[in-house]
C-alpha cells in the first residue's frame, strides 16, 4: 500500500470542492421561486424558510454543544479511576 | 406451535455450537431466511393458543403491525449472520440466534406473558454480544446493560400482574397508560426505548459491544420497544413530547462525542424519539410513520454501524481522533457508509425520505408548530453528526496514516444488502408503504417536499464547512461528556464511600462505652445471619420443603380470607 496523495489533499481542490457547495446553496435559495408550496404552516411560505432554517439551526447547535462541552466534558478515564478504586478498595 | 418463526431461531440455535464450522455458516444464513419464509406463510390472526396454569396464552398473533416487525427483524438477523460470517466465536453466533429470534417472538406475541418472557430473552441474549469482547471495559457495561434489561422486565411483570389483576385481560392490546398496571409497563418500554435519562444504558453498552455485536444490538432491542408502544399505547399524548426531547437532546451530544459508535448510539435515540413521536400522535398516519421509520432505520442504522466496525476491525480504533483519511484504503466501505449517512439524513431516494416524512405530516396536519419546528431542528441536527461528522472524521477530514485492507468480504456484502434495502425504500415507496398497517394516502415525492428538503440538508451542509473552515468547530478531542449516568456510576458510589467515611469518623469519636454498646446492638441484630445463626446456617431440605408448605399454606389461606 504507497503513501499516495490524492486530489483531495490539495488545498486548492478543496477549495473548488467549498465554493462549488456554496454556489449550489445560492442556487436553492433562488429555487424558492420557482416551485408551488402547499405548505401547512404560514411560516413556510416566507421566502427561503427551509435554506435558512437549515443554516441557523446547524450553526446554533454546534456552538451550543461547544458551550454543553465546556460542562460535560470530563478525562477519557474519569469512570475507569472511580471503578478501579472501588474494586481495589 | 410449531409454526412460530421464533422458535424457527430459538430451536435452530440449541445445535449450532456443535456443528462443524463450514455447516454452522449455511445454518445460520439458512434459519433467518426460513424464519421469514414462515412469517409470510402463516395466516392472519391467532394461529397458536394453549392454556398454561389456567392463562390463555397466544404466541403467534399475526397482523400488519406484527408482520412489518417481524420482517424487519429476520432481515436484520440475516444481515447480522452475514456480516459475522468471519467470526469463529461460538457464543457470538448463538447470541445472535437466540436474540434475534427473541425480538420475533416478542413482536408476534398475542398475550403480555410470551410478551414478557420473550422482553426477557432478548436482553439475556443481547449481554453476550457485550461480553464477547472480553474487556474489563466491555464487561462492566455489560452487566450495567443488563440491570437495565432485567429491570425493565420487572417492571413489566409488575405492570402486567396488576393489569391481569385490575381486569384487564391478558391480551396484548391496546393498553392505555391509565389502565391497571399501565403505567408500569410503559415506563418498563421506556427503558428499553431509550426515553430520556433511562437511556442511559443504550449509549453506555452498544459502542461496548464487538464490531458485529454491536450492529445486532442496534437492530432489536429498541425497535421491539416501538412495536409494544405502537400496539399499547398509540396516542398517548405524553409520548409526543418524551419523543421530541429525545429527538433534540442527544443531537447536543453527538456533536461533542469522540467515540464514533457512540455518536451513533445518540444518533439511534434520536431517531427513536421520531417514532415515539409518531406512536404519540397516533392514528393511522403516526402509527404508519413509526413503523415505517422503525423499519428503515433498522438498516441505515446498521449500515452505519457495520461501516464503524468495518473500521473498527480493520484499524482497531472507532474514536474520531484517531481516525481520517480512511477513504484512500477502504474506498467501498466509505461509499457505503455514505448511502447510510444519506439514508438517516432522509436525502430523496433515499429510505429515510419516504418514512421520516410520514411522521413529519402527521405531526404537520395536526398543526402542532412547535412539534414540528424542533423535529425539524432534529432533521437538520441528525444530517450534522450522522451525515456529515461520521463519514467525514472517520474516511475524509485530515489523513491520520492508516493504510488497512478493505473490509472482509462478508461484512462489504453485508453492508451492500443493507444499502441495497435503504435505496430500494427510498427509490420505490409503495413497495414500504404496502407492508404498512394501514392504507397509505401520502405521496413524498412532491416538487415542495423534494426540494425543502433538500435546502435544508444543503445549507446545514454549509453550516459544518463554513464552521470548519473558520475553526469555530469544536475540535474532536478524547474524552467522554456526562450523562445521567453520572448518578448511578459516579454521584452515588462517592455519596456512598462519603457516607461510610463519616459513619467510621463518627464511631472513632464515640467514648469506648458507647463504641462497645454499639457493637453489642450491631452484634444482636446480625446474629440471626451470622453463620451459625438462624438463617445463615445450612438448613435440612425437608426443613425448608416444611417452611414451603406452610408459607403456600398461608398464601392459600389467605386468598379465602
Known sequence: MKDDRRGLDEPRNVRLVVRALYLVCGLLLLTDLLYAKSPHFTFENWFGFYPVFGFVVSFSLVLVAKQLRHLLRRDEDYYERREQAADDG | ?561
Request: net charge positive; with cysteine; glycine share 12%.
Open chain 2, 1 to 561: 406451535m410449531m409454526g412460530n418463526p421464533a422458535l424457527v431461531l430459538l430451536l435452530g440455535a440449541l445445535p449450532l455450537p456443535l456443528l462443524p464450522a463450514r455447516v454452522r455458516s449455511a445454518w445460520m444464513l439458512a434459519l433467518p431466511t426460513g424464519a421469514l419464509a414462515l412469517l409470510w406463510l402463516l395466516p392472519e390472526g391467532r394461529t397458536s393458543q394453549f392454556t398454561m396454569l389456567g392463562l390463555l396464552l397466544e404466541p403467534v398473533r399475526v397482523d400488519s403491525l406484527a408482520r412489518v416487525f417481524g420482517t424487519a427483524f429476520c432481515l436484520a438477523a440475516l444481515l447480522g449472520v452475514v456480516y459475522g460470517l468471519h467470526v469463529r466465536d461460538r457464543v457470538q453466533q448463538t447470541a445472535i440466534l437466540v436474540y434475534a429470534g427473541s425480538a420475533i417472538g416478542g413482536a408476534l406475541a398475542g398475550d403480555l406473558v410470551t410478551l414478557f418472557v420473550f422482553w426477557e430473552l432478548t436482553g439475556l441474549s443481547s449481554v453476550l454480544l457485550i461480553w464477547a469482547r472480553r474487556t474489563e471495559r466491555s464487561y462492566r457495561a455489560g452487566i450495567r446493560y443488563l440491570v437495565a434489561q432485567v429491570g425493565s422486565g420487572l417492571l413489566m411483570l409488575g405492570g402486567i400482574a396488576l393489569h391481569v389483576d385490575g381486569g384487564g385481560g391478558l391480551r396484548f392490546d391496546y393498553i392505555g397508560a391509565s389502565a391497571p398496571g399501565g403505567l408500569l409497563i410503559l415506563i418498563a418500554i421506556g427503558i428499553k426505548c431509550g426515553f430520556p435519562v433511562l437511556h442511559t444504558w443504550l449509549q453506555d453498552a452498544y459502542p461496548e459491544a464487538t464490531a458485529v455485536g454491536t450492529v445486532v444490538l442496534s437492530g432489536f432491542t429498541t425497535k421491539l420497544a416501538v412495536y409494544a408502544l405502537a400496539r399499547g399505547f398509540p396516542g398517548t399524548e405524553a409520548l409526543v413530547w418524551i419523543g421530541v426531547v429525545m429527538a433534540c437532546f442527544p443531537i447536543f451530544y453527538a456533536v461533542i462525542e469522540n467515540d464514533l459508535r457512540r455518536v451513533l448510539s445518540y444518533s439511534m435515540i434520536n431517531q427513536l424519539g421520531f417514532m415515539v413521536v409518531g406512536v404519540g400522535i397516533g392514528g393511522s398516519l403516526g402509527i404508519n410513520g413509526a413503523a415505517a421509520h422503525a423499519f428503515a432505520d433498522i438498516f441505515f442504522k446498521a449500515l452505519l454501524f457495520m461501516s464503524l466496525g468495518a473500521v473498527l476491525t480493520r484499524v482497531g480504533t472507532a474514536k474520531a481522533t484517531e481516525l481520517g483519511g480512511l477513504y484512500k484504503s477502504m474506498p467501498q466501505t466509505t461509499v457505503l457508509c455514505m448511502i447510510g449517512a444519506a439514508s438517516i439524513s432522509a436525502f430523496p431516494l433515499f429510505s429515510g425520505f419516504v418514512t421520516k416524512s410520514l411522521i413529519l405530516e402527521a405531526v404537520a396536519e395536526e398543526h402542532r408548530t412547535v412539534v414540528w419546528l424542533l423535529l425539524l431542528f432534529a432533521s437538520a441536527g441528525v444530517f450534522h453528526h450522522a451525515g456529515i461528522k461520521i463519514p467525514f472524521f472517520t474516511f475524509f477530514a485530515h489523513d491520520a496514516g492508516h493504510r488497512v485492507p478493505e473490509a472482509p468480504l462478508n461484512m462489504r456484502i453485508a453492508m451492500a444488502m443493507a444499502a441495497a434495502l435503504s435505496i430500494a425504500i427510498g427509490v420505490a415507496p409503495g413497495l414500504m408503504y404496502s407492508l404498512l398497517p394501514f392504507p397509505v394516502d401520502y405521496a413524498p415525492y412532491t416538487a415542495a417536499h423534494v426540494v425543502n428538503q433538500i435546502q435544508l440538508l444543503a445549507l446545514a451542509a454549509m453550516a459544518f464547512t463554513v464552521l470548519t473552515r473558520t475553526g469555530l468547530y469544536p475540535p474532536e478531542v478524547r474524552s467522554v461528556n456526562l450523562d445521567a449516568d453520572v448518578v448511578y456510576r459516579r454521584v452515588l458510589p462517592a455519596a456512598w464511600m462519603h457516607g461510610q467515611r463519616g459513619m467510621a469518623g463518627l464511631h472513632d469519636r464515640m467514648g469506648p462505652a458507647a463504641r462497645s454498646g454499639l457493637s453489642g446492638v450491631g452484634r444482636l441484630l446480625t446474629r440471626p445471619l451470622r453463620m451459625n445463626g438462624p438463617l445463615g446456617s445450612a438448613w435440612s431440605t425437608s426443613g425448608m420443603v416444611r417452611w414451603v408448605i406452610l408459607l403456600l399454606g398461608i398464601l392459600l389461606l389467605l386468598s379465602y380470607v
